[in-house]
């Protein structure tokens, strides 16, 4: 082993000589081979001058001969070349560096591979270091280098390649290259493959919708190009010819001659293809062009279109109008756009909404159209699918069309709103049940750290849920037709899930509670969500037998329209009233499933013995008879399909029957106590709210006597005061004259035409500053305005108008009765001193009423209270316990402005407190009426495509004559003090 930074041993002489030999025979091989192919090449290239386009096998075969002779020359010259430098005659090279080096080298090569008799061996050594330590210095690198390229064979070589690389690249060389390369070579047809042509080009003219301008394509291999183009193939021949042709494909073109001598023919790309150039030689034999030439044919794309806005699918709460947006995008331009609805009968509508002449096409163009959906006759529940379709100004293969992706506009129904509701409390459930599982499956561990460690795994999914319940009683408050009780529910179980959690977070704090106390805290949730899963679970049961109770009565209203419309088919017999028939049967066979889809999943949330309640439900039956009822219509069977008819109607009667008496006795066992907890809390509201308004109405009695004490006192004028309250006047006035009179009955028109006579007098005697005037005008007007309110409002009760004109004018009416009485409080507080002008009487109902007052409040307490315990620790309803709290705030200030004397004060607080309690129980009311009721056959507004089925005489004589009684009855006078309580009872009946 070498010291370190010593000098490493110079090479042996003969390992040297050998990367000296190697050397060497590299350079002279790359001298012989480009000597060689210079040789071979320029034999090559002149042979295939000679040979020519039409060279044949004998001509190629003797060709390639002089070409194997000329390589094996070179090679044998190579070889001899290379001889004297075999063994140490390499060392002949070294002469170059050292003239002496080369013997001496010789010298050691032969004694170290055998010494000579009687030579000395450490002479030798001697000899053999001293050449190695010469040869290190003279690396085979500069002994050989790559300069000795430049020789003469190299030079030969070279102009050799040359002259071939000329001679073949003439059209001559080029053509009996290939004819050398490919001896009698035919193509699939039998004819001869040449090289045939040159100086081949290709003119090309696009179509003229494409506004492109033509170009030409030197020696073309591959033409990319629209369909329709025009393409010119132009080619030299490179043989005598007496006629020429073009196949494309399976086409043949005949060419023709030019004036150059050349040839030309034309043809229209319509379809990828080989371009095959040929020509006819005098001999009669046809040649084929040995260049690969090829078209292919782009087609035009159809335009993109694209919807922009809406993006996807919507929900509407009725027919409106809707803006489409839609973006077209076209290489060659679009021509026109249409906008495409298919209809919920399926009818597919278009609507033209974007054309452009030629020439003045955009290649992309954004725009929006309108789309009214009432106008379709879509009504709540259908589904209409909207798309947009383009064309462009493709004349040649088109026009293409492009089509955007279809959307879906929704119109909400009540079915529709109830299978939401239905899915978000199945949601609900789903939430607690697997919140309740996760309690259970992981107990609460002794070790505080793993107690921690559940807490935190525990409380994203507890958050989750009382953010949903939030969530769910937020969504209700908006919708109508929705109890206000279940609003209650959510927020009271959110609440109380999110006081436990609380407990929770605390014994699994900073310090961590015992593991009694924590498992106790676990324990009263597990208890809590059980209860929650249970009463969830109740009310998806609740709502999926009234969704199902709802279907069957849309089923029932089908079925009347099925007669009806069968009547019209016996009557008419048009295709029209057939194919609404054939609608009706369509609907009905639809709401079928639904109603048998419903009741499959009843089965898993309502037990079966409210199931089997109401009897059996021959659903599959009626899907039975509803499926021959269509098929009778298509054959015409009417008497066949009446007699079904009349069978559908037991049927469908039989299943609402039984499905109402589910509802009902379901709806009793698990939610009974819970309504008859709200039915008394309502009956206790009504008694309140009829004790508050008749204090309310003593308490407007006495200040009014007091104000006219004070009226009198200061002669009955107040300028100052009469300006300021004749604007309100004439808003009330205006108030008024929102109510469309002409919508009005006979009677209540006088009634009208009474309160708005008296407002404008009201106005104008405040306007002078007779406030006595004024007081008296506005008295009147409030008697005429209050019953014109209270006419509408039961008129509202029996016909609130097709589309709700009179429900429309009774609000109206109810605000101006309203701001009158603001008017009038007002009037009397605008007066001085008027509590100076009580009567002793007056102050003594004061005090009597004091004692009253406190009663009343006390009452409106306990009844906020009711509301907010509800049954089982349920809340009735939130809000009213709200209402109701601030409605005893209301009678406290009362109470202590009766203790002052202050008329004024106590009378506006009380007429506030019976007002608001009035308004409560209203809207509690319309809540209980209007929740879980609705459907699409329950909505207000009619579907005008349906026939009218109008009742005759003895179906519509009952209801009249009831009507008739309780107007009757409510004209005549009620007891003393009893006014409201009776009038609400009779606004019950009409309800």
Not at 39 to 63: E, H, I, K, N
Request: glycine fraction near 8%.
């Amino acid at each position: 082993m070498a010291a370190p930074g010593a000098q490493p041993p110079d090479p042996p002489v003969d390992a040297y000589l050998s990367r000296l030999r190697r050397r060497a025979a590299l350079v002279h091989a790359v001298r012989a081979s480009l000597l060689a192919l210079g040789a071979a090449s320029l034999v090559f290239a002149t042979g295939a001058m000679v040979v020519g386009p039409l060279g044949d096998a004998s001509g190629a075969l003797l060709a390639w001969a002089m070409v194997a002779i000329a390589l094996g020359a070179v090679s044998v010259w190579a070889w001899r070349a290379f001889g004297p430098l075999r063994g140490a005659g390499v060392a002949r090279l070294l002469g170059d560096a050292d003239p002496t080096l080369p013997s001496a080298a010789r010298t050691a090569w032969e004694l170290t591979r055998g010494p000579m008799d009687g030579s000395s061996e450490p002479l030798i050594r001697a000899h053999e270091a001293r050449v190695r330590a010469v040869l290190a210095q003279h690396p085979p690198r500069q002994i050989v280098r790559w300069r000795r390229l430049r020789h003469r064979t190299v030079a030969l070589g070279l102009i050799g390649a040359a002259l071939a690389f000329a001679l073949l690249a003439s059209e001559r060389g080029r053509a009996g290259a290939y004819s050398l390369i490919h001896p009698g070579e035919r193509d699939a047809l039998g004819d001869r493959v040449v090289v045939a042509f040159g100086d081949v080009e290709a003119h090309i003219v696009y179509p003229g919708y494409l506004d492109r301008p033509s170009v030409t394509v030197v020696d073309p291999s591959l033409l990319e190009v629209p369909r329709g183009t025009s393409i010119e193939i132009r080619a030299t021949p490179q043989l005598a010819a007496t006629e020429a042709a073009l196949r494309i494909g399976g086409r043949l073109t005949p060419m023709e001659r030019s004036e150059s001598g050349g040839w030309f023919g034309r043809f229209v790309a319509r379809e990828d293809g080989p371009i095959a150039l040929r020509l006819r030689r005098p001999e009669g034999d046809w040649v084929r062009d040995a260049t690969s030439r090829d078209v292919r044919v782009i087609a035009d794309e159809a335009p993109r279109v694209s919807l922009i806005d809406p993006a996807d699918d919507l929900v509407l709460d009725g027919p409106e109008e809707v803006a489409v947006t839609w973006m077209v995008i076209d290489d060659v331009g679009v021509a026109s756009v249409d906008l495409v609805v298919r209809d919920p009968r399926g009818e597919e509508r278009r609507r033209r909404v974007a054309s452009f002449d030629p020439g003045e096409q955009p290649r992309d163009q954004t725009s929006s159209a309108p789309l009214d959906l009432a106008l379709l006759g879509a009504q709540p529940g259908d589904a209409v699918t909207v798309w947009v379709e383009a064309r462009d100004g493709d004349v040649v293969s088109g026009p293409n069309l492009g089509r955007s992706a279809e959307l879906t506009i929704h119109i909400a129904s009540e079915a529709s709103r109830r299978s939401e509701r239905l899915a978000g409390l199945e949601a609900l459930l789903d939430r607690g049940l697997h919140l309740l599982a996760d309690h259970l499956e992981r107990p609460v561990p002794e070790a505080e750290a793993a107690s921690k460690e559940r807490f935190e795994a525990l409380r994203p999914p507890t958050d989750g849920f009382i953010a949903a319940l939030r969530e769910h009683a937020d969504a209700l408050r908006g919708e109508e037709g929705v109890r206000a009780s279940d609003v209650s529910v959510f927020t009271s179980m959110a609440g109380r899930v999110r006081r436990l959690l609380q407990a929770e977070r605390v014994a699994n704090g900073r310090r961590v509670a015992p593991l009694a106390e924590r498992e106790a805290v676990d324990g009263r949730m597990v208890s809590e969500l059980e209860d929650d899963v249970l009463s969830l679970d109740d009310l998806v049961g609740r709502a999926r037998v009234e969704d199902a109770a709802e279907i069957a009565r849309e089923l029932e209203q089908i079925r009347r329209e099925i007669r009806s419309l069968l009547s019209e088919l016996r009557r008419t017999d048009s295709p029209e009233a057939r194919q609404q028939l054939l609608a009706a049967i369509a609907r009905a066979q639809a709401r079928m499933q639904a109603l048998m889809q419903r009741m499959a999943e009843m089965g898993t949330s309502v037990p079966q013995e409210f199931m089997n309640a109401g009897g059996e439900m021959p659903t599959q039956e009626s899907a039975n008879a509803l499926a021959e009822l269509s098929e009778a219509i298509q054959r015409g069977d009417l008497e066949g399909a009446e007699r079904l008819v009349d069978q559908l109607e037991r049927q469908i009667d039989q299943i609402a029957r039984a499905l109402g008496q589910t509802e009902q006795s379901f709806v009793e066992a698990r939610f009974g106590p819970r309504e008859r907890a709200m039915a008394n809390a309502m009956d206790s509201l009504a008694g309140l709210e009829t004790e508050q308004q008749q204090l309310a109405g003593r308490g407007t009695e006495r200040r009014g006597r007091a104000a006219h004490r004070a009226l009198e006192a200061i002669g009955g004028r107040d300028n100052r005061v009469g300006r300021q309250l004749a604007q309100e006047a004439g808003s009330v006035r205006e108030a008024l004259e929102n109510v469309d009179r002409d919508r009005l009955a006979g009677f209540e028109q006088d009634a009208y035409d009474r309160a708005r006579q008296r407002l404008i007098d009201t106005q104008d005697a405040l306007s002078a500053g007779d406030l006595g005037e004024a007081r008296r005008m506005s008295e009147a007007a409030a008697q005429d305005l209050s019953s014109l309110s209270r006419d509408l409002d039961l008129s509202a009760l029996m016909f609130p108008g097709r589309e709700g004109e009179t429900r429309e004018d009774a609000r109206e009416a109810r605000n101006a009765d309203r701001n009158l009485r603001e008017l009038r409080r007002r009037l009397d507080e605008a007066l001085p001193d008027v509590a100076s002008h009580l009567e002793p009487a007056d102050r003594e109902q004061m005090r009597s009423d004091l004692e009253r007052q406190r009663l009343a409040r006390d009452a409106a307490e306990r009844l906020g209270g009711e509301f907010d315990r509800g049954h089982e620790g349920v809340p009735l309803s939130e809000d009213a316990a709200r209402e109701l709290n601030e409605v005893a705030e209301s009678m406290q200030r009362a109470n202590r402005a009766l203790e002052g004397g202050d008329p004024l004060e106590s009378a506006r607080h009380q007429e506030d407190a019976a007002r608001r309690l009035t308004e409560l129980r209203e809207r509690l009311e319309n809540e209980q009426q209007s929740g879980g009721q609705g459907g699409e056959g329950g909505s207000s507004e009619p579907d005008f495509r349906r026939p009218v089925d109008i009742p005759d005489a003895d179906q519509f004589e009952g209801p009249m004559e009831m009507r008739r009684r309780l107007l009757d009855a409510m004209r005549e006078a009620p007891p003393e003090g009893y006014e409201d309580a009776v009038r609400r009872y009779y606004e019950g009946l009409l309800r």
